[in-house]
């Protein structure tokens, strides 16, 4: 009996090997698939249950290598804050009650981040006079602001906020890689920042 068994299976050995091929094609296709599903699908697939805080921007969005004037007299790209997390607060033509909550929410939220703070950078895109920040900048230092050119400006928005719905006091985190991938409502919880930041920056070896 014994034998018959093991000879029926040495009689098949093309059949395990197929088996084993399409076994191993699915578990390395799979997340390639999934992929590819979110990236062209991702806004029209529904809502899955997550743990943080913040909205998932899916797919994620790109902000590509535009640059913007600093308040501080120079100019940043994109690009020079590769490596690092970064904290996007928008402004409106004043900084009224939401931009200086999230100014506030920002340093705070960097400090107690402890040790992992100097993985994280701020910013804010500004569009009034830049006159009108001078008392407000000196407090929050460290925290960069764009103030244009505005065709810059307004492909930030667009890549931001595609369906137009309005983005005044509104966070958003962009990854390592210069992609918005979080957003959070105007006055949000410091904490929510918070734990998403912590959670990220620690799956995350990026940053």
Sequence with gaps: MGITAEKSEESHPEKRSNKT???????FLLPYIGAFTYYFAGDRLPAMQTSNRGELIVPVRSLGALEFDLY???SANINDYEGKWLVLSIAGAECG???????YMMRQVRKALSKDRFRVKRAMLFSGAAESLQDIIVEYEGTDVWLGPQVNVKKLLAIVD???QGV???LYIIDPLGNVMMRYQPQNDPKDLLKDLKR?????KAG
């Design 168 to 170: 005044d006091g509104r």
């Design 97 to 103: 009650e939401d931009c200086l909550h999230n100014l």
């Design 200 to 204: 990220l920056m620690k799956v995350s």
């Design 162 to 164: 595609p369906e137009n």
């Design 72 to 74: 501080q007299g120079t």
């Design 21 to 27: 091929f399409w076994i191993l094609a699915v578990v």
